[in-house]
């Protein structure tokens, strides 16, 4: 029998619920761009520290964040559309027309990274998800989630300060990294199962 704390999943959720834009994520990285060339301007402090992270204190990323959750819902389910057409192909009991291992991992690493960019949170430790499936991808997968990695190392732990602080060069990084893992997303999209 299983036990569920109604009171602790409902905290769960409404915390995470009342959380902003983190500065890390797709579009903070983006709305973090804007401000600095000054297509977005505010009297007040862009980044703020609550919930145990930093992010982005504006109208436009409080909308953003309302939202993500439902566009992660509809690209999901996108993703699982198109997941459902590609293995119909398969038959367990023909040798000819069996579900190789590459085409699984090429929708999970698909979800998990879809998950990566349309979340309001962008946690470093997200990116540890996809290395146990990085042996099955190609040499310009492997490529991408490599620099991908570095760019997330680079940013935090030990340059994150200068990120907080309006850095261009770690702004920059950061977007870098962010439209890397959406390069990553559209590769795997458009890859034919025979060309994993």
Do not use: C
């Not at 994520?25 to 703020?48: A, D, P, Y």
């Not at 992270?53 to 699982?80: E, G, T, Y």
């Not at 398969?90 to 698909?110: A, G």
């Amino acid at each position: 029998m299983f036990f569920i704390d109604v009171d602790s999943a409902g905290y769960f959720l409404n915390y995470h619920k009342q959380r902003g834009l983190q500065i890390e994520t797709l579009l903070g990285g983006i709305i973090l761009l804007l401000n600095k060339v000054k297509w977005i301007h505010q009297e007040t402090s862009v980044i703020i520290y609550n919930y145990g992270a930093l992010h982005l204190n504006l109208f436009l990323a409080d909308f953003v964040a309302k939202i993500l959750p439902f566009v992660f819902l509809f690209l999901f389910l996108i993703i699982l559309i198109k997941e459902k057409k590609d293995f119909s192909k398969y038959d367990r009991f023909d040798k000819e027309k069996k579900l190789e291992v590459t085409n699984l991992v090429k929708y999970v690493v698909l979800a998990l990274s879809l998950f990566m960019v349309t979340n309001k949170v962008f946690s470093a430790q997200y990116i540890i998800w996809i290395l146990p499936f990085i042996p099955f991808l190609n040499l310009i997968e492997n490529i991408t989630f490599l620099i991908i990695f570095a760019l997330t190392i680079f940013i935090y732990p030990f340059n994150y300060h200068l990120l907080s602080s309006g850095d261009w060069g770690l702004i920059l990084a950061l977007n870098s990294r962010n439209f890397l893992l959406v390069f990553l997303i559209v590769r795997l999209l458009r890859k034919k199962e025979s060309n994993l």
